[in-house]
């Protein structure tokens, strides 16, 4: 902490000192998550635009320079969104109509209280970390099938039963990978996971770990309804899903928020689980001396950018799923291969 700092928070006593720091770093981390949602849906189509041989969002400019042309068109975006009417169904139930959006994005915003951003640099270093980001994760499903039952729309409601089915059958698949790493690693804590990974590239979980690693990852892409797991809101006979009523900030509170956000906190889940988190890959390598200067965080947000972009790259590339085969792989494929994994993990924690 620079001295300054460390002097104006001298003149606080100490109980308002921990509430002044745990203040500045929920704003620092929950900005920075509202910029980075805002920038990743351009990097998305800017990306499948080139993928696609097409350009993406290139007319809107900040400060009219032409180097920048497109970058604003998040920012358009919100605007439009938050300046769009709020329509509420007639014969929903109005508070829960518009209690589900908050009951959607709050766990995905909370979860990172407990992610280790860098060695000194995290919300809340609790030992029950990765319980706790698990049960956050599931109060998704929660605020789906509120959003689906209060719009009183069958076509909500059948889209919100799908999603819900789906995020249920794929998060049993991605609890068994996380016991996996906490096997591995001996610990709830996330900052712990972390260090146990020390000892550069090849010490990093993914190796030894890299059939729950694909599992984890496949399931994270259908928690988040990415493609090709996106028939919540894909398939022609329900409209958009269960977010069919919604419109404006409710909308982009209920869908377009939580996505981006969960996409966000995936990627950085599956750095600091599997990929050593802050650390660097080679830190014995003398040749390479330079990257010891590189601060933990950076390491930490390059990873969790590699892994966005994996899920731009399979939105561009895979075909959609029909739904019975979205469900045969989380409950025949994903959940029996997380199963034998968890046994073999269990085998060689006890040999080496």
């Known amino acids: 902490m620079p001295a300054f700092i460390a002097d104006l928070l001298a003149a606080f006593p100490p109980d308002w000192q921990v509430v002044i720091v745990a203040g500045f770093k929920v704003s620092v981390v929950l900005l920075t998550i509202v910029i980075a949602v805002a920038m990743l849906t351009l990097a998305e189509r800017k990306v499948i635009g080139y993928m696609q041989l097409r350009r993406g969002p290139n007319r809107l400019k900040i400060f009219g320079l032409p180097i920048l042309r497109g970058l604003a068109q998040p920012f358009a975006d919100v605007i439009k969104l938050l300046l769009k009417e709020i329509i509420v169904p ?19 915003m909370a979860a990172w209280a407990v992610i280790p951003i860098s060695p000194g640099f995290v919300i809340a270093d609790i030992d029950a970390g990765l319980l706790f980001v698990l ?3 599931s109060m998704g499903v929660y605020g789906v099938i509120l959003a689906g039952w209060a719009s009183n729309s069958k076509y ?11 995020m249920v059958a794929y998060e049993i698949a991605m609890g068994f990978a996380l016991v996996g790493v906490l096997m591995a690693a001996g610990s709830l804590n996330l900052g712990e996971i972390v260090r146990a990974q020390e000892g550069g590239f090849a010490s990093w979980n993914v190796w030894w770990l890299f059939p729950l690693f694909i599992v984890y990852l496949i399931s994270g892409i259908a928690e988040t309804n990415r493609a090709p797991f996106d028939v919540a809101e894909g398939e022609s006979e329900i409209v958009a899903g269960f977010h069919v009523e919604y419109s404006g900030a409710a909308f982009a509170t209920l869908f377009a928020l939580p996505e981006y956000a969960n996409m966000i906190l995936i990627s950085g889940l599956t750095a600091v689980l599997f990929f050593g988190g802050w650390l660097r890959p080679f830190p014995h390598v003398q040749a390479l001396w330079v990257l010891g200067y590189v601060p933990g965080w950076v390491w930490f947000v390059l990873k969790t950018f590699v892994f966005l972009y994996i899920f731009i790259w399979i939105r561009a590339t895979l075909p959609r799923y029909r739904y019975d085969q979205l469900m045969r792989l989380g409950w025949k494929v994903l959940i029996p291969l997380g199963i034998a994994n968890l046994v073999v993990t269990a085998i060689l924690k006890v040999l080496f």
């Open 90 to 108: 007639a014969r929903s139930s109005r508070f829960l109509f518009l209690l589900a959006p908050l009951i959607v994005l709050v766990p995905a």
């Open 135 to 137: 049960a956050l994760t």
């Open 156 to 166: 909500a409601f059948l889209g919100a039963m799908r999603s819900a089915a789906q």
